[in-house]
């Protein structure tokens, strides 16, 4: 009996064992779902809900409000100078700004049914879960904007880092994404104003959000079914009235009638479609190039973050230079973000045959050693300059020394906007013969450019060099 008992005794205190073994893998297991189910709804940053679980939270917000107006809100902040901290101090000064600054907001919030969210980035959403009125939101906005008015200290350093706010409040009904879309909308529009703003999507700003998504979307098509055009504006030597350059620029042929760029390039930056469109249009200048036997040089607007895409057209002529004859224009303030591999991307163009030219120079804040470090062949001095050449004697003078600068580091100069004759006359005579502008002509399509190349000289009135 003693050794059947001893036996189970030893039977109960194994299974007993093995059941603890199994409990605690079940805890460790649970744990384990728990936390796994933690990172994927949070930022592990600054341990706020994310975008999925936001979305999750602002849908049962509305559910529970039971689609009445004003009832929920969002506060959509984006921080002012949050790259220009990731830039100077590094990324761990950045998510150091970003923990202090949600910190700031939770002390804004702290006594409102509100819950903070990170987006992405330096983007921060405030879901209002139970507002009172409109008004309601714009007092918590206003609380928001002042909590950032004293500087953060990060690393021993002062920081003033305001932000922009987007504020949206449900209307009748309205679907979590649809007021999401609306307070991002808000934000851009309050960026755009400056910083340190706050601005409310009203039922004009929804609209305006509206157009630009279908905008967006017939751009989308227009991309695909080939709607999107090369025009041509002429670059001409002032002294003898020849066309000795064109710039390429998009046109986008609608049944209304033909849209300039501006009116859809902005639509293009915002829904990620502007490398699309710039490989579109440097698709097809070089292949007009080509078939229409034009040895003119044939420029191209770029952006310095979609350069290397334009090198993917390599691959479509293996043999030789394909950029032989085409010119690559980049904005002087496009290049300061990552100076040295916008260099080495447009080293390997020019290799390929491309010319490259900094386009708007005056309008950014280049110096005399980024200009000797790039491997530029040329300038265009921006519009704003030419502008001012018949009024201001500072902008003369600065230009005419610009002139000189070119001459003695053997460069193109191209002067853009170039709108009357006194103004084409000043600059051929410091020595700047190359000019741009409605007093040449507008941008027109390939057969029309094709028109002014045959037509000869340019008239002698438009200078007194002629």
Not at 27 to 45: G, P
Not at 174 to 203: P, T
Not at 382 to 401: E, G, K, P, Q
């Amino acid at each position: 009996m003693l050794i059947v008992a001893t036996v189970a005794t030893v039977l109960s205190c194994a299974v007993s064992a093995e059941l603890w073994r199994r409990l605690a893998r079940l805890s460790d297991l649970t744990a384990l779902n728990e936390e796994l189910r933690y990172r994927a709804s949070h930022d592990l940053l600054m341990h706020v809900p994310n975008r999925d679980l936001l979305h999750i939270e602002l849908a049962e917000a509305l559910t529970a409000s039971g689609g009445k107006a004003g009832s929920v809100g969002l506060l959509f902040l984006d921080l002012d100078r949050f790259k220009f901290v990731n830039d100077s101090l590094g990324h761990a000064a950045g998510d150091e700004l970003l923990k202090a600054a949600g910190l700031r907001i939770k002390r804004a919030i702290a006594d409102e049914d509100a819950v903070l969210a990170r987006v992405g980035g330096d983007e921060l959403v405030v879901l209002m879960r139970r507002l009172t009125s409109f008004e309601h939101l714009g007092l918590v906005s206003d609380r928001l904007l002042a909590k950032f008015a004293d500087p953060f200290k990060i690393d021993g350093v002062l920081l003033s880092i305001g932000t922009s706010i987007g504020l949206a409040a449900s209307i009748d009904h309205e679907s979590a994404d649809e007021l999401y879309r609306h307070a991002d909308a808000a934000l851009y529009e309050a960026k755009e104003r400056g910083r340190g703003q706050a601005v409310f999507a009203d039922a004009a700003l929804r609209a305006k959000r509206d157009a630009r998504v279908r905008t967006e979307l017939a751009l989308r098509d227009a991309l695909a079914g080939g709607q999107i055009e090369a025009w041509y504006q002429p670059e001409v030597d002032m002294v003898a009235g020849e066309i000795v350059a064109a710039e390429a620029l998009a046109r986008w042929r609608t049944t209304d009638g033909v849209e300039i760029a501006s009116s859809f390039i902005d639509v293009a930056r915002r829904a990620g479609m502007l490398e699309q469109l710039m490989v579109e249009m440097a698709g097809q200048l070089w292949a007009w190039h080509r078939s229409s036997g034009c040895n003119l040089p044939v420029a191209l607007n770029v952006a310095a973050a979609h350069l290397p895409s334009l090198l993917t057209l390599h691959e479509q002529d293996p043999i030789g230079r394909p950029f032989q004859g085409m010119r690559l224009e980049i904005a002087e303030t496009d290049i300061i973000h990552d100076f040295e591999g916008t260099r080495q991307t447009l080293n390997q163009l020019r290799e390929l045959g491309a010319q490259i030219m900094l386009d708007d120079f005056g309008a950014g804040y280049s110096s005399l050693q980024m200009l000797s470090d790039l491997p530029i062949d040329g300038l265009k001095i921006d519009r704003s300059y030419v502008a001012r050449i018949d009024t201001d004697w500072r902008v003369r003078s600065l230009v005419t020394s610009l002139a000189d600068f070119a001459r003695s580091t053997n460069m193109i100069v191209v002067a853009e906007g170039v709108e009357t004759p006194s103004q084409a006359d000043f600059l051929a005579r410091i020595g700047i013969d190359r000019g741009q502008g409605f007093l040449f002509s507008k941008a027109v399509d390939a057969g029309e450019f094709a028109t002014l190349l045959d037509n000869g000289p340019f008239g002698a009135h438009l200078t007194s060099r002629f």
